[in-house]
């Protein structure tokens, strides 16, 4: 009888203690235990894509399921956004973007959605803005624009990613230069029409103008407020930065974001776990043949940092307007 007494006594203990344990605890613990798909709001080859993909390399590792890549370009990144807010918020469905949607979306005059409507999980790097131009212009250096886009106001063509024309149209300001600004829903393409000749001017990410300078392109600024690693600077021809130049630019992180209403302990699991795959030897090898720098930011800290990215954005959009 007081085996029965002692038994059912602790049986009613669990289950208060039971009731007492948060269920998203609960649903965190078991995070994940099944694929999550992973929102590329871009065309595949990219930069965000390839460090999607480089990411899913080392997932089964670290968090035990594979990570489906979905590309979902359009919209300058907002259809991919949207997708992920018609979806569970449940940590199962994520975002990996740039400042490009949340710049389109300041643009927008009635936007289909808010910046402010995501949960930051953290930052995997930044990239810088390398403004690039052809050899042997007039304009093929910093100097030589600044002298050639004062002489010709608005004549002069730079094309690229609405990120990479925010953050160049505020360092232009700064120097009292007008160019015409060409938006291009992606760096490749606006690469291509430097190339082709079609545009003078054109901004891409450190690891793309690696491969461009010196032989097909000249770089000509950094137009971020992160400095070049000594290395990258070297092989890029030291061009100079913005921020000692005392011009006022924006920061590019490459942000990962969930559903605005995922259980913070979701979301503090899933960024432990992406930092943790950042430390896998094989991703940091492959991202340093791509040149890529990794820079994690966890989740409290890259959750202010984006709201304070948010804010800058607006001055660099009326800097476009």
Not at 16 to 42: E, L, M, N, Q, R
Not at 251 to 280: C, Y
Request: charged share 20%; glycine share 8%.
């Amino acid at each position: 009888m007081k085996m029965t007494w002692l038994k059912a006594f602790l049986a009613v203990v669990f289950l208060i203690c039971a009731a007492a344990t948060p269920a998203s605890d609960a649903v965190a613990g078991d995070f994940p235990d099944k694929p999550v798909t992973w929102i590329v709001p871009f065309k595949a080859g990219g930069g965000t894509d390839r460090w999607a993909r480089v990411l899913s390399s080392v997932s089964l590792d670290v968090l035990g399921q594979p990570l489906r890549i979905r590309n979902l370009p359009g919209s300058s990144a907002v259809r991919g956004w949207k997708y992920m807010l018609e979806q569970p918020a449940d940590g199962y469905t994520v975002y990996q973007a740039s400042p490009t949607p949340v710049i389109a979306l300041k643009r927008e005059k009635n936007p289909p959605l808010k910046p402010e409507q995501v949960k930051i999980v953290c930052f995997v790097s930044a990239f810088r803005n390398i403004v690039l131009a052809p050899p042997g212009k007039p304009w093929s250096t910093w100097e030589g624009l600044i002298k050639y886009a004062k002489a010709n106001p608005g004549k002069l063509t730079f094309g690229a990613t609405f990120s990479e024309l925010s953050g160049t149209a505020l360092a232009f300001n700064s120097a009292g230069v007008k160019v015409k600004l060409v938006p291009y829903s992606s760096t490749s393409d606006a690469v291509t029409d430097l190339l082709g000749g079609h545009i003078q001017v054109a901004a891409a990410t450190e690891s793309t103008a690696l491969t461009l300078v010196p032989d097909k392109a000249v770089a000509i600024l950094n137009g971020t407020k992160m400095p070049l690693s000594e290395k990258v600077s070297k092989e890029l021809g030291n061009p100079p930065h913005a921020t000692a130049l005392g011009y006022k630019v924006i920061n590019f992180p490459r942000w990962i974001g969930v559903h605005p209403d995922t259980p913070d302990e979701i979301v503090a699991k899933l960024s432990d776990k992406i930092g943790e795959m950042l430390k896998q030897p094989s991703l940091k090898k492959i991202m340093g043949k791509m040149g890529e720098e990794i820079i994690f930011v966890p989740h409290k800290d890259a959750q202010a940092q984006y709201d304070d990215i948010v804010k800058g954005v607006s001055e660099a959009v009326a800097a476009l307007n």
